[in-house]
């Protein structure tokens, strides 16, 4: 999607350095982070919103691809956030799995 942060983020039109990559997904560092590790896993393609992934296997790989950075980079314990949808504070309409760690987490999230 030519108008799309992310998408160019993950083409290389905007330059980021990425902790992983393949043919199907791009990791690299969110630029406010919310604790010492916060991580950003995309699909290469352009998905609005989680709702909207209807490959299981991506939905899995990306999750399998934040599992492999945390466990290089050897944060042990972390969150898994995708926020959906403005109210859910989703702010980048192209699907992002946030992992944050680092930090001492609490419950409820806001
Ligand atoms: P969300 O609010 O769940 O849509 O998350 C969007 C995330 O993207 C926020 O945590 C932002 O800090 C992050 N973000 C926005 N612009 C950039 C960028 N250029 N590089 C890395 N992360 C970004
Ligand atoms: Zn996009």
Same mark, same amino acid.
């Given at each position: =999607?030519?108008?799309?942060?992310?998408?160019?983020?993950?083409?290389g039109e905007i330059k980021s350095e990425f902790l992983f990559e393949d043919d199907k997904?791009?990791?690299? *560092?969110?630029?406010?982070?919310?604790? %010492?590790?916060?991580?950003?896993?995309? %699909?290469?393609?352009?998905?609005?919103?989680?709702?909207?992934?209807?490959? &299981?296997?991506?939905?899995?790989? =990306?999750?399998?691809?934040?599992?492999?950075?945390?466990?290089?980079?050897?944060? &042990?314990?972390? *969150?898994?956030?995708?926020?959906? /949808?403005?109210?859910?504070?989703?702010?980048?309409?192209?699907?992002?799995?946030?992992?944050? /760690?680092?930090?001492? =987490?609490?419950? %409820? %999230? /806001?």
């Amino acid at each position: =999607m030519s108008d799309c942060l992310f998408c160019k983020i993950s083409s290389g039109e905007i330059k980021s350095e990425f902790l992983f990559e393949d043919d199907k997904v791009v990791v690299f *560092r969110d630029i406010d982070p919310q604790g %010492p590790f916060h991580i950003l896993i995309i %699909p290469k393609e352009h998905y609005t919103s989680i709702k909207d992934v209807k490959d &299981e296997s991506l939905i899995g790989h =990306m999750f399998y691809a934040g599992n492999r950075v945390a466990e290089e980079n050897n944060v &042990e314990n972390f *969150r898994y956030i995708i926020n959906t /949808g403005e109210e859910a504070g989703q702010t980048v309409f192209h699907v992002h799995l946030h992992l944050i /760690g680092g930090r001492k =987490m609490t419950w %409820p %999230p /806001g």
